[in-house]
């Protein structure tokens, strides 16, 4: 995916369990996609994000895992994790993407939670319904980066594929900061999988 056009839409005081943020609002759209809705993200920043490498997590939307608590994920334990990193270095930033479902849609993961209650996993599930095992880019999270004048990062990722597309943006990132969480039996296997099929890096066993 190639942007045409990144910009600021909307930025406001956000105060959270974690300490104060600023919220600020980007939109951008597709290169080649004329009269589209654009597509969104939301940044909290937290302290001096400027005069060493920042803390950065890019946090993919999940419905069922950050507002429901689903257990199915780690994705809400992550968030909370990251959200936690920052205030503890006073200073960070979280972008928080619209990629529900790995990319997939809300409706579309949905389904593949019924494939893996018959025995698929996620990136089975994800095939089957003719996506790839992982739809997502991260150009508009770079994009928002640069326009917060942020060049260099601390990612708060298990992922090899979000510093890859960091870097190849343009986006130095300095140091790996692992994003892992205590595995609960209920996400076991989705963790595994993300490891042997998807490259996540985990430290511990599984």
């Known amino acids: 995916m190639e942007f045409e056009s990144v910009k600021k839409v909307a930025e406001a005081d956000f ?3 974690w300490g104060e943020f600023r ?4 939109e951008g759209a597709l290169a080649g996609e004329s009269g589209g809705e654009p597509e969104g993200l939301v940044a909290l920043v937290m302290g001096d994000i400027h005069s060493t490498p920042a803390l950065v997590r890019i946090h993919s939307q999940c ?18 994790l990251a959200l936690g990193k920052i205030a503890e270095a006073g200073a960070g930033i979280l972008l928080y993407e619209q990629q529900e479902g790995r990319g997939i849609g809300l409706m579309a ?4 939670y019924e494939l893996q209650d018959q025995g698929m996993d996620t990136v089975e599930a994800n ?4 996506f790839a095992a992982d739809y997502r880019g991260y150009e508009l999270p770079a994009e928002a980066l640069k326009l917060l004048g942020v060049s260099q990062v601390r990612l708060i990722t298990n992922n090899p594929e979000k ?14 900061v692992s994003a892992e969480v205590e595995p609960l039996e209920s996400f ?4 595994r999988t993300k490891h042997e099929k ?3 890096i985990v430290e511990s066993s599984l």
């Open 15 to 17: 105060p959270t369990r």
């Open 198 to 200: 998807m490259g996540h």
């Open 63 to 80: 419905l069922t895992g950050d507002v429901f608590g689903s257990l199915r994920c780690d994705c809400r334990l992550q968030l909370e």
């Open 127 to 130: 095939v089957k319904l003719g």
């Open 109 to 112: 993961k949905l389904k593949a």
């Open 23 to 26: 919220i600020l609002g980007f």
């Open 163 to 176: 510093v890859a597309a960091l870097e190849s943006a343009g986006i130095s990132v300095v140091e790996r």
């Open 188 to 191: 076991e296997r989705y963790l």
